[in-house]
Nanobody, 124 residues
Framework: VQLQASGGGLVQPGGSLRLSCAASGLTIRSSSEAWFRQAPGKECEFVAAIRESNSATRYSDSVKGRFTISRDNAKNTLYLQMNSLNPEDTAVYYC??????????????????WGEGTQVTVSS
């Protein structure tokens, strides 16, 4: 299984970015996926997750209403649309996957597959 994250960059406060995570060796519509982030000097933080069976989504309180997780089954790609970005969103963002949903979805330890991170910097 390989997950390849992309789409990070430098954006001004209030701006938007869309992250992508291309999957191989795994069918994303049959799996659960998530985004985590890690800022310098901080622990890995849950951002959003999407379930395999009904595409139900979960978000951290810090991004709810601003970020949207979705997937394109035809492209086997996961997305994270990020709007109204602020400097506190600056971090390396990682996509993750597992075969089945876990009630501990916000715990990084339960996710089996990880992509390399993509840097998001929000600064004026």
């Amino acid at each position: 299984v390989q997950l390849q994250a992309s789409g990070g960059g430098l954006v001004q406060p209030g701006g938007s970015l869309r992250l992508s995570c291309a999957a191989s060796g795994l069918t994303i519509r049959s799996s659960s996926e998530a985004w985590f982030r890690q800022a310098p000097g901080k622990e890995c933080e849950f951002v959003a997750a999407i379930r395999e069976s009904n595409s139900a989504t979960r978000y951290s309180d810090s991004v709810k209403g601003r970020f949207t997780i979705s997937r394109d089954n035809a492209k086997n790609t996961l997305y994270l649309q990020m709007n109204s970005l602020n400097p506190e969103d600056t971090a390396v963002y990682y996509c993750a996957a597992r075969n089945y949903w876990s009630v501990r979805y916000s715990d990084a330890e339960v996710w089996n597959y990880w992509g390399e991170g993509t840097q998001v910097t929000v600064s004026s």
